[in-house]
């Protein structure tokens, strides 16, 4: 496992934006609150390429990647938005060059596919936390902040929901392991692939959005087919935003699909927890070793710093 040097006050962050392209003035808006903070932004070539709803080409985010670890002004590396198309880049990335080069990585949602990928092959810690995109609606104190004691290396680090948030514990227990997760689509994507992940022992935290009840039971329930969820040490199901119905109402609840899917494995279950789509999104280290408390209250408690 290799970490990435912690953010200091004044750092320099190199803004990418690997799939989808982000608009201007979202881009404006987001970035006065890194600036505001007194961070440095420096935008890669993706931030400004189009190709149809894609930052420019495979080529150009790739090599745009590969420009923000191997500069030495970048301290760290934040993904402008997801969207779609980091399945065609992937294949382009020098895994070797990320590992001798390396940096924060940040995003979530489609970028999913870029954190497990270079966390797998060149052992880097990444994180699966907010993009500016999260921002677009107004400055979100928990996201920042929260993302802020992870990146900066707060010792004994504990990440909770917000007050306004209420989390469920459908399994109660403690469980330690690495953190494995992401967007839930992208991760049955890489099912019988290279890019297949391993699972065992993991803590595996699980988001999406805009899915139907039944395609999440599916989705989960292609996870354990798999065998992906048969040595798992625990499972935090994330906010599941815009899930929807049809004419005829499923009549289940994604607790109730959670539940019979996994109720009889022996591993704590928590839902609704700040990762994903949602207003709140913790900053979650992928592959960090982490202790899942589940009884009385929830947390997730960094065993180590993420950074160095």
């Given at each position: 496992m290799i970490k990435a040097k912690k953010l200091k006050p004044r750092s320099t962050i190199g803004i990418i934006s690997p799939s989808y392209w982000i608009d201007e003035n979202i881009l404006k808006k987001t970035s006065k609150i890194f600036s505001d903070k007194n961070y440095k932004l420096v935008y890669g070539k993706s931030i400004y390429a189009k190709d149809g709803p894609f930052?420019?080409?495979?080529?150009?985010?790739?090599d745009d990647i590969h420009s923000m670890f191997t500069d030495p002004s970048i301290d760290a590396?934040?993904?402008?938005?997801?969207?779609?198309?980091?399945?065609k880049v992937i294949p382009l990335l020098d895994y070797e060059l990320i590992k001798k080069n390396p940096k924060i990585f940040l995003g979530y949602s489609d970028i999913t596919s870029y954190l497990i990928s270079i966390t797998q092959r060149?052992?880097?810690?990444?994180f699966h936390g907010p993009m500016l995109s999260s921002y677009k609606d107004g400055f979100v104190e928990y996201n920042f902040n929260q993302m802020i004691n992870i990146l900066s290396g707060k010792r004994d680090a504990q990440i909770i929901a917000p007050k306004t948030m209420e989390p469920h514990i459908l399994k109660a227990g403690n469980a330690v392991g690495p953190l494995w997760g992401g967007n839930l689509t992208l991760m049955i994507n890489r099912l019988g692939t290279?890019?297949?992940?391993?699972?065992?022992?993991a803590i595996l935290?699980?988001?999406d959005l805009n899915e139907y009840y039944y395609s999440f039971e599916r989705m989960l329930i292609h996870l354990q087919k798999a065998g992906m969820l048969d040595n798992i040490s625990g499972l935090i199901i994330g906010e599941l935003i815009n899930i929807k119905d049809e004419d005829i109402s499923f009549s289940k609840s994604t607790d109730e699909i959670v539940m019979d899917i996994c109720g009889e494995m022996d591993f704590p279950i928590v839902t609704n927890f700040p990762c994903g789509h949602g207003s709140y999104q913790a900053t979650l280290p992928i592959s960090l070793p982490v202790e899942l408390q589940a009884e009385r209250t929830i947390s997730i408690k960094l065993l180590e710093s993420a950074v160095e």
């Open positions: 930052a420019g080409s495979p080529k150009i985010r790739a590396i934040i993904c402008a938005r997801g969207g779609y198309g980091a399945n060149s052992e880097l810690v990444t290279n890019d297949a992940y391993d699972t065992t022992n935290f699980l988001e």
